[in-house]
């Protein structure tokens, strides 16, 4: 699989996830949010050094794909926001839990708090939204270079 490869993917994660918050399977598009963001850092690294392993950190692919280096000054700090919204709501390992387990998991680590209404859908919200900007830096880097 070649960088390319995964820029299409990430296109296809992202849009996934739309359709999947829109038909209300929150945990779903929590998880679907973060491999469409893993996958745009990897297209972005791999066009630089494809032999670059960072597993499944979004911290460390980021800082492999030299995104912030794209990005003016004034934006970094939207950037990293955006990756700390992603990062705080996914886990690879979501692939194996339940919504319960997720909710569980959410809750736990204070991502209910405040949150008035339906903070699953929230949660979910959040990380489209930070998955969807961060897809399309990564894009429009991708078309810069």
């Known amino acids: 699989m070649g960088a390319n490869d995964y820029r299409l993917a990430a296109l296809e994660r992202i849009a996934a996830a739309e359709q999947l918050c829109c038909s209300c399977y929150y945990p779903e ?3 679907v949010s973060g491999p469409a963001v893993e996958c745009i850092l990897r297209a972005n690294h791999d066009r630089s050094d494809p ?16 995104l912030e280096t ?16 992603i990062w705080a709501r996914w886990r690879n390992g979501y692939r194996y839990a339940s919504a319960k387990c997720i909710r569980t998991d959410l809750r736990r680590r204070g991502l209910f708090t405040g949150v008035k209404g339906d903070a699953l859908k929230y949660n979910a919200r959040r990380a ?3 998955g969807h900007e961060l897809v399309g830096l990564g894009c429009h880097r991708w078309s810069e270079s």
């Open 51 to 66: 032999a670059l392993e960072t597993g499944h950190d979004l911290r460390e692919l980021l800082k492999a794909s030299r």
């Open 128 to 130: 489209l939204d930070c």
């Open 29 to 31: 598009c929590i998880y």
């Open 70 to 85: 794209f990005v003016p000054e004034i934006q970094r700090r939207r950037l990293g926001v955006a990756l700390g919204e």
